[in-house]
């Protein structure tokens, strides 16, 4: 570990690593020295991210993986070890949302699926690396939600909405229950974040709001800073907004 590499040595693993919060994530951490494996479900973006880094930072693998199919999951992990071995850090950044959010207009399949990425999805992965943090008493689990995890609005629509407060209720839960066997779990709740998922808005967002709100690379960097933080220092839960956006 070096002042300018301070993950050297670590592993990771970002889930929805092809785009947005969890490519910045991946590169991140790569260039602080961790060795980074991404999953999403195309390959193209993932393999786009892996190139994108410096010539100074850990490679990054990738793999395609659903979430929400946990035999997927077991495959990506089962590779993953073999790669990387013990996984130190589990990054979730899958996430989705669909266009037609009202519970008047939320078709059945919608829902399922909402819940079965942003969950679901979560939880599939922790189960992967759960008993072997336990087995080390070390390990670093951070969940990206959503401030809709906190309280809903809206915007985020009926599902999304249930979806993150599950998500994190998943993080409190497993921090709480795992701290004594050393595995830190860390939730963050970011407002708006100029990502894909914009783009199944209802109404469409314009450049000038885009450019005003949260960036990718800035939930990057609160996820590094948990990352260097000591085994001793635990932080459950990190609320990022834009300047802009109200929180009350």
């Not at 410096?54 to 490679?59: L, Q, R, V």
């Not at 929400?68 to 013990?86: I, K, M, N, T």
């Not at 130190?88 to 399922?112: F, K």
């Not at 070390?138 to 629509?157: E, F, H, M, Q």
């Amino acid at each position: 570990m070096t002042e300018a590499q301070p993950l050297a040595g670590r592993t990771a693993i970002v889930t929805g690593g092809g785009t947005g919060i969890g490519a910045a994530i991946a590169r991140i951490l790569a260039e602080a020295g961790a060795r980074v494996a991404i999953s999403g479900r195309r390959e193209d973006p993932l393999r786009d991210v892996s190139a994108s880094v410096s010539e100074a930072a850990t490679p990054i693998l990738f793999r395609t993986c659903d979430v929400a199919d946990r035999d997927s999951v077991a495959s990506f992990f089962a590779w993953a070890r073999g790669e990387l071995g013990a996984i130190d850090i589990l990054v979730n950044s899958a996430g989705i949302n669909i266009p037609n959010r009202s519970a008047a207009t939320l078709a059945p399949e919608d829902w399922d699926r909402v819940l079965q990425v942003n969950a679901t999805g979560a939880f599939n992965c922790i189960h992967q690396v759960l008993p072997e943090m336990r087995q080390r008493h070390d390990g670093l689990i951070i969940n990206v939600c959503s401030v809709a995890g906190l309280r809903t609005a809206p915007l985020g629509g009926v599902a999304y909405n249930a979806s993150k407060f599950a998500m994190a209720a998943l993080g409190r839960s497993i921090g709480e229950e795992e701290r004594d066997n050393g595995i830190r779990v860390t939730t963050i709740y970011p407002g708006e974040v100029e990502t894909p998922i914009l783009d199944a808005r209802p109404v469409p967002v314009s450049d000038e709001h885009r450019a005003r709100i949260l960036q990718p690379d800035d939930l990057a960097a609160s996820v590094l800073m948990v990352a260097c933080l000591p085994p001793r220092a635990r932080v459950p839960e990190l609320v990022m907004i834009p300047t802009s956006q109200s929180f009350t």
